[in-house]
């Protein structure tokens, strides 16, 4: 049976992807033990974070003035440490919705938090492009993909000041020139593995100039040292990372996953834009390749859409709480003809409803 996950996060991941984490988990690399009951300091591990960091490095083609962490406690928990590492007095922030205004409200409890733009006013459907960042503030936050409204960043402002970049529902999509981050964070769950893990990339050099006296599991400088095993680390998360990150670059890395994700979406987006039953309420130039929303143009239809899709084995298009609508997201491990799927399902919805 096929079934077709558009789930938010946690979210669909390679197949081939999933059958080998499990295997590891029943029997490690033929060694009799499970993943789950080897040290995270032996060898056989140690080699895995090895891999995955260089991995990382390969496939966003960074070198060695970054260093790569794979940490505990979500993106949630980079809203703090980002200030508590990296805030003297002032910071910049986007607020492009509701993972920006987590970000935001974090800040404010480590000094002056200077909003350069608030899509707020116009429901965050679109994000401005010509907004100035001060000179005098440590860094300028944004968040590249905004996973609940559907919004994505596609040009990134040139500045000297260091860049902090909360990536967690579009990393590993799309080609960038990744040298313009001085900071990216990602919590694993939507694109690259299970829950429980944040790749953190830094450029070595902006972690001089700190003064304060950060407890020890909130210094990005501690886990450099340590090799992202201060503590015990999320071993499966890790080890599937390293996984999603041996299919992207068999697949041929990030242009051919931008490419693919590219088609998707406009695929999906044609159809809502065509179909007399559905809109997306998005600016078109800033409209999500990873999360893409819409709704009823026609509320009192919404039962009956929801008993189309949900007897074809759709899962996962129900709006997030604060939004409402549909969202479809179409990370790199969904597959083309689960959107083609999903076309069809919309197009024959309109056939019977339309009016
Ligand atoms: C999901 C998400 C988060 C929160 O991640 P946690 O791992 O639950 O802390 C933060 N930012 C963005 C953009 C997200 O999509």
């Known amino acids: 049976m096929i079934i077709h996950n558009f789930n938010a996060g946690p979210s669909i991941l390679p197949k081939e992807v999933i059958i080998k984490s499990a295997q590891s988990v029943i029997d490690f690399n033929g ?5 789950l009951e080897i040290s995270h300091r032996s060898i056989d591990f140690l080699e895995i974070i090895e891999k995955t960091t260089c991995l990382v490095k390969r496939v966003m083609n960074l070198n060695d003035d970054y260093a790569i962490l794979f940490l505990q406690g979500g993106a949630t928990l980079q809203f703090s440490m980002v200030p508590y590492n990296l805030m003297d007095k002032e910071a910049a922030y986007l607020d492009t919705g509701f993972w920006s205004i987590n970000a935001i409200k974090e800040a404010k409890k480590f000094g002056k938090v200077n909003i350069l733009f608030s899509g707020k006013e116009n429901q965050y459907t679109y994000i401005l492009k ?12 944004c968040t590249s993909n905004n996973t609940i409204v559907g919004t994505q960043m596609k040009i990134f402002p040139k500045t000297s000041v260091p860049i ?42 902006i972690l001089k100039t700190t003064k304060k006296n950060i407890p020890s599991y909130m210094d990005y400088q501690i886990h450099i040292q340590n090799k992202s095993i201060l503590n015990t680390p999320n071993v499966f998360s890790i080890y599937t990372s ?14 051919i996953l931008e490419k693919e994700n590219k088609n998707k979406a406009k695929l999906l987006y044609d159809e809502i834009d065509k179909n007399s039953l559905f809109e997306n309420k ?3 130039e800033d409209r999500s390749n990873m999360n893409v929303s819409f709704f009823l143009k026609e509320k009192k239809l919404e039962k009956e859409f929801n008993k189309m899709w949900k007897k074809e084995n759709i899962i996962g298009l129900d709006g997030h709480r604060f939004f409402g609508g549909y969202r ?22 309109e056939r019977k409803f339309s009016s």
């Open 31 to 35: 060694s009799g033990l499970s993943l």
């Open 130 to 141: 010509n907004y100035k960042i001060p000179h005098n503030v440590d860094y300028f936050h």
């Open 164 to 205: 902090i970049c909360d990536m967690s529902s579009d990393i590993f999509s799309r080609k960038l020139n990744f040298y313009q981050f001085s900071l990216i964070y990602a919590s694993a769950q939507k694109n690259v593995s299970s829950a429980g893990m944040t790749i953190v990339i830094i450029k070595k050099n």
């Open 242 to 255: 390293m996984l999603t990150l041996e299919w992207i670059e068999n697949k041929g890395g990030l242009s």
């Open 282 to 284: 998005i600016h078109k």
């Open 328 to 349: 479809a997201s179409i990370y790199n491990a969904l597959p083309l003809k689960s959107v083609q799927f999903l076309i069809e399902i919309m197009k024959e919805f």
